[in-house]
């Protein structure tokens, strides 16, 4: 699953965010995207500093894109370390209590520093519809533009 050195270039992700997430990434207030799994799944180990990001409404439109300025994936999780990875960084997740009770249990995650931030206009394709995954890797963007604010 994990992306090796031999992979050329950026790689374009889709990312299903609750409205609340999308709204203050879009905004400037959330600056890091957490994933945390119980499973190494996307977007652990696809994504790279540099890769576009696509921000999903869930059950809506695709209203944002961003860009990997940095990325830090973590194995081994245990619910202190989760603890640790609260206090550290939910200033700039802006988890709620909820989302880090739920998450608790998680052995992995991806912490996404993210640049570049815009509205988006655009096409984006990921052939996946009905796709339960919050996370997919390797779309295509066509006739992709950010929006004009």
């Known amino acids: 699953m994990d992306r090796g050195p031999a992979d ?12 609340r997430y999308l709204d203050a990434i879009l905004d400037g207030r959330k600056t890091i995207e957490c994933r ?10 696809l994504v790279r500093p540099g ?32 603890l640790d990875l609260e206090r550290e960084f939910n200033g700039r997740v802006l988890g709620d209590a909820e989302f880090w009770r739920k998450k608790a249990g998680a052995r992995y995650g991806t ?21 339960r ?6 779309i295509r963007a066509g006739k992709a533009r950010a929006a004009t604010v």
């Open 51 to 82: 890769d576009r990001i696509f921000l999903k409404d869930s059950g809506g439109p695709i209203r944002g894109v961003a860009r990997a300025a940095a990325v830090r994936d973590l194995s081994g999780l245990t619910p202190a370390s989760i």
């Open 36 to 45: 945390l799994m119980r499973n190494r799944v996307p977007p652990f180990g």
């Open 133 to 138: 995954s919050a996370w997919i890797a390797g």
């Open 111 to 131: 912490l996404i520093w993210l640049g570049g931030v815009s509205p988006w206009a655009g096409e984006c394709r990921h052939g996946r519809r009905g796709a």
């Open 8 to 19: 050329p270039g950026p790689m374009d992700h889709l990312a299903i965010l609750k409205p």
